[in-house]
């Protein structure tokens, strides 16, 4: 009796222990999470540009972008995007084609709020910061914003959801 006893602690034991390890070993992506108002399908049809972006969940960490403008029959700009949970800290990562030897540039999500979110990188030509301020569930305003050879520049992109 005493050895069946024994035995149901050190059964109990081993499955307490099991179990903190595994819920010391799921991460939260709480930070890029605050984003999930991003995703899906948004455009502008304005000054004779079609603006188009969209935002899908890659991954638990991860969300996939895509923007890109369109003029007439050509496209006169495109970019991917990854915003990517990387530890706590939550990142804008753009690739233009063409552009910084295919490689990303990294903005780091510095303010957060319900209805804002602005990455910043202080040390890129421009823009050094980007912001996207939610007006309502089916419109939002992006914004890229920074210095040109000492002069501050900005750029307002108010984009509405897509219904498909």
């Not at 700009?77 to 030897?101: H, M, R």
């Not at 050094?128 to 501050?152: N, R, T």
């Amino acid at each position: 009796m005493k050895t069946l006893l024994s035995l149901a602690i050190i059964i109990l034991c081993f499955n307490a222990c099991s179990r903190k390890a595994n819920e010391s070993q799921v991460k939260s992506y709480a930070n890029l999470e605050k984003a999930n108002w991003l995703l899906g399908k948004w455009g502008n049809n304005a000054g004779g540009a079609v603006i188009t972006e969209t935002w899908k969940t890659r991954n638990d960490s991860t969300f996939s972008g895509a923007s890109y403008a369109v003029v007439g029959s050509d496209t006169v700009s495109s970019e991917t995007i990854s915003l990517a949970q990387i530890g706590s800290d939550v990142f804008y990562i753009p690739l233009v084609k063409g552009q910084n030897d295919g490689k990303g540039i990294k903005f780091k999500l510095t303010s957060s709020a319900n209805d804002q979110l602005v990455f910043e990188n202080p040390e890129h030509d421009f823009p050094q910061k980007i912001s996207y301020s939610k007006i309502s569930a089916d419109s939002l305003m992006a914004e890229i914003s920074g210095m040109i050879k000492g002069e501050a520049r900005s750029e307002k992109f108010p984009l509405g959801r897509v219904r498909n």
